[in-house]
């Protein structure tokens, strides 16, 4: 909005606010690294782990994707005007691209390709409730980087959901259903393999004191 057009302009006028929060995991910024973002913000908060910044009348002087594949392994946006996003870049070594891929057909997860990585970005739109300034958005969602990163990929399921026509409840009874499942197998693989054989063990080198004679 132009403020020249009214005098009443600048007391309704709402600025945009966006929020941009990157966090290095796997390695600490090197002093060069930092020196190099710095000259992308003198605002911005940096340290060898995180580069944090919000942005009310301007914007970030570079391409959020790209930090991320450079020199981050987590990044969340938030804006007021709805947009919401969380990205995670995975080792390719660490991950299977093609079964990520498979599962995120859907528009609010997305599953791309680098050289090195592969990043699985989260996206939605809602309407903004005016005082969610995005601050605690990373702590609550970098646990999901090392859920991916040992095989649980539920976080995919619920993000695909959020974007699918299928009613809410039926969703959460296929998620309930998938997780009690998982369980049940995780359990089942354990004692099978792990706990059965240090049974047979102890079983075997129990010393049981004998009755006199």
Not at 50 to 67: C, I, M, Q, V
Not at 128 to 155: F, K, N, Q, V, Y
Not at 162 to 167: A, F, I, K, Q, V
């Amino acid at each position: 909005m132009d403020c020249r057009l009214s005098p009443l302009a600048a007391r309704v006028l709402v600025s945009e606010y966006q929020y941009y929060d990157f966090r290095a995991i796997d390695r600490p910024l090197a002093k060069k690294e930092m020196g190099s973002l710095r000259s992308i913000s003198t605002r911005a908060a940096i340290t060898t782990t995180s580069f944090t910044n919000h942005y009310e009348w301007g914007d970030l002087k570079a391409n959020p994707s790209k930090l991320l594949e450079k020199y981050f392994d987590a990044f969340v946006y938030v804006a007021n005007w709805g947009t919401h996003e969380f990205y995670i870049r995975l080792p390719q070594e660490s991950v299977d691209y093609k079964l990520l891929k498979a599962m995120v057909p859907g528009e609010t997860v997305r599953v791309r390709r680098t050289a090195r990585f592969v990043i699985v970005e989260f996206g939605s739109e809602s309407e903004w409730d005016g005082e969610d300034d995005g601050t605690g958005w990373m702590a609550s969602l970098m646990p999901l980087r090392s859920d991916l990163l040992r095989g649980d990929l539920r976080c995919l399921y619920l993000g695909w959901l959020r974007g699918s026509e299928w009613p809410l409840w039926v969703g959460w009874l296929v998620y309930i259903t998938l997780s009690f499942s998982l369980t049940v197998l995780l359990a089942a693989a354990s004692y099978r393999w792990l706990e059965s054989p240090f049974l047979r063990l102890k079983d075997r080198f129990t010393y049981i004191e004998s009755r006199p004679v």
